[in-house]
């Protein structure tokens, strides 16, 4: 019995983790960007994954922050080498988010957010499923999503319309998603999700739990 004892005093729990990945997606205009650009100054330690592109640069995006912009066939280069971790093409562009950079700092237990479209979601979960959380962020009224596209003013009327066809297309693979957050309150959204990663970094299918037993009793 006291042998069984001492022998317990010696055990170490320790547990180790490796990155998460947070994927974010959302109607176009819901707010993602912001949401997300908030999300990283309250926790510089997150890495926000630079996807390639080959949409045509916006008037206040920069090549390499907002996206890596190339061409079709750079881009169809990247695919035939395996430098994906998933891509999809979305309102008619490819879009993608680079494999390498990812993984390595999935390892280095850097947290990973994505803003990609359900179809890119859908192969990160299938991929890394336990090392993948997926958020979807919605409006709460369509009027509402769309007097902020209008706002934002960086698409005409035509790319208004394909935008609100991919949003009525992605309403059906919402629920293949972990979280739904409503993005009404722009604060309490962003709480929302801070919440959700918290949670989901304590999760049992994120921690490792190895055992050790030392000489002396800790
Ligand atoms: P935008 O052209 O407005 O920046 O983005 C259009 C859509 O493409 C958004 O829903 C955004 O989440 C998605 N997107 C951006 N980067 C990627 C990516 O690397 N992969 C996928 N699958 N979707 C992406």
Redesign the pocket.
């Given at each position: 019995m006291q042998e069984l004892i001492d022998f317990f005093q010696t055990f170490k729990f320790n547990i180790t983790t490796k990155g998460h990945i947070f994927v974010i997606?959302g109607f176009?205009g819901v707010g993602?960007g912001t949401v997300i650009k908030e999300l990283l100054k309250r926790n510089p330690n997150m890495y926000f994954s630079i996807?390639?592109?080959t949409?045509a640069k916006r008037y206040n995006e920069i090549d390499g922050v907002d996206y890596h912009f190339v061409d079709k066939e750079t881009f169809k280069k990247m695919i035939l080498n395996d430098e994906f971790l998933?891509?999809?093409i979305?309102?008619e562009?490819f879009?993608?988010?680079p494999k390498s950079i990812t993984l390595s700092k999935i390892e280095n237990n850097i947290d990973v957010i994505l803003?990609?479209?359900v179809?890119?979601a859908i192969q990160v979960k299938s991929k890394l499923p336990n090392l993948t959380t997926l958020i979807y962020i919605i409006p709460p009224t369509g009027k509402e999503l769309l007097n902020r596209l209008y706002k934002r003013n960086t698409e005409n009327l035509n790319e208004i319309a394909t935008r609100i066809t991919t949003s009525l297309i992605e309403i059906n693979y919402i629920n293949a998603y972990d979280y739904i957050v409503v993005n009404d309150d722009l604060q309490k959204c962003i709480d929302e999700v801070e919440q959700i990663f918290r949670v989901q970094k304590m999760s049992s299918k994120v921690q490792l739990l190895s055992i050790t037993a030392s000489k002396e009793a800790e």
């Amino acid at each position: 019995m006291q042998e069984l004892i001492d022998f317990f005093q010696t055990f170490k729990f320790n547990i180790t983790t490796k990155g998460h990945i947070f994927v974010i997606s959302g109607f176009s205009g819901v707010g993602k960007g912001t949401v997300i650009k908030e999300l990283l100054k309250r926790n510089p330690n997150m890495y926000f994954s630079i996807s390639y592109t080959t949409r045509a640069k916006r008037y206040n995006e920069i090549d390499g922050v907002d996206y890596h912009f190339v061409d079709k066939e750079t881009f169809k280069k990247m695919i035939l080498n395996d430098e994906f971790l998933e891509w999809a093409i979305v309102n008619e562009n490819f879009y993608g988010t680079p494999k390498s950079i990812t993984l390595s700092k999935i390892e280095n237990n850097i947290d990973v957010i994505l803003d990609i479209d359900v179809k890119g979601a859908i192969q990160v979960k299938s991929k890394l499923p336990n090392l993948t959380t997926l958020i979807y962020i919605i409006p709460p009224t369509g009027k509402e999503l769309l007097n902020r596209l209008y706002k934002r003013n960086t698409e005409n009327l035509n790319e208004i319309a394909t935008r609100i066809t991919t949003s009525l297309i992605e309403i059906n693979y919402i629920n293949a998603y972990d979280y739904i957050v409503v993005n009404d309150d722009l604060q309490k959204c962003i709480d929302e999700v801070e919440q959700i990663f918290r949670v989901q970094k304590m999760s049992s299918k994120v921690q490792l739990l190895s055992i050790t037993a030392s000489k002396e009793a800790e």
